[in-house]
């Protein structure tokens, strides 16, 4: 006999995300976990209600004539959730609250607008305001309240933060399209060391990854050309000033004639963008709203991340 008390939200949730997909993987990049954790939803959940609810093969994941019967309710018990939820939000605050989000330059031009998309699309009327900054000043920010959040690098443990990671993305070279290293199609950051390399200021967080990275090669400081922010750099690449090493979000959509882009190896050096807040602060409506709407959007922001640094690895 099936046990209510032994159903859970998060097995149902696993259950409807199996059965839109037809798929255990494509599940787990949707809920953003592993696989052998939404296996175990499934097995609490088939255990509840006393019966399988997929056929699985090498092939494919079907549902059983109980599972088919079960997912059009499931379906329906999550819906009525998030409407009450929606309902609870716009009973505790209006729907023209406002907003203060800090952000790093490197994350204003391709994350925020998908973030700020999701969120409007729930809260039509809510003020934003944003306030570009490098991470230290993103983090103070968010320390001393001044915004609501930041969307930055993952910082350091401590410090009375949470954070929520969005997404890892890879650095990678840009230097001009008549370049010597160009005509590469792997480069190493061993091969960075004689050229003049394009930087933003001592103390942003790109900077110390790339330090970190040319550490063990004792790259020579006079060649260097230092700008405030990284994402005015593909501007000096393409005049010939230099070459430059940039996160994948800084980087052209669209393919430039004037620029190549290669994936750096030896290491491979990525960095990882989040949600950054107070965590002893309690959240108001409308920003647990934010942050639940951002959260949801994170495997579809890791997954796009990762299809547009595999067009560079080809």
Request: hydrophobic share 45%.
């Amino acid at each position: 006999m099936a046990s209510l008390n032994a159903v859970d939200l998060e097995g149902l949730r696993g259950f409807v995300a199996i059965a839109r997909h037809a798929s255990f993987q494509l599940a787990t990049t949707e809920l953003n976990i592993s696989a052998p954790a939404l296996t175990r939803r499934i097995q609490r959940l088939e255990a509840a209600i006393g019966a399988p609810l997929f056929e699985r093969t090498t092939r494919r994941v079907q549902l059983t004539p109980i599972g088919e019967m079960l997912l059009p309710r499931a379906r329906d018990i999550l819906s009525s959730l998030a409407d009450a939820l929606s309902a609870v939000d716009d009973a505790l605050a209006s729907r023209s609250g406002q907003l203060s989000l800090g952000c790093i330059p490197t994350a204003t031009r391709l994350l925020l607008p998908h973030i700020l998309r999701a969120f409007h699309e729930r809260r039509p009327q809510t003020r934003i305001r944003i306030a570009e900054n490098n991470v230290a000043g993103v983090t103070a920010a968010v320390l001393n309240g001044t915004v609501d959040f930041g969307i930055t690098l993952q910082p350091a443990a401590g410090a009375g933060l949470a954070f929520d990671a969005l997404l890892t993305e890879p650095f990678l070279l840009a230097c001009p399209i008549d370049h010597p290293l160009a005509e590469r199609r792997h480069v190493d950051w061993s091969d960075l060391k004689p050229y003049r390399l394009i930087v933003s200021e001592p103390g942003s967080g790109n900077r110390a990854v790339l330090e970190q990275a040319l550490r063990k090669w004792r790259w020579q400081r006079d060649h260097l050309v230092e700008i405030d922010h990284l994402t005015s750099s593909l501007g000096l690449v393409e005049a010939g000033l230099g070459i430059s090493v940039l996160p994948l979000s800084a980087l052209p959509d669209l393919p430039d004639p004037r620029l190549a882009i290669r994936v750096l190896g030896g290491p491979r050096v990525t960095r990882t963008l989040g949600l950054l807040r107070r965590r002893a602060i309690p959240l108001g409506a409308v920003a647990q709203q934010f942050r639940r709407a951002v959260r949801q959007l994170a495997p579809l922001l890791e997954a796009q991340a990762a299809e547009r640094a595999a067009r560079y690895s080809l």
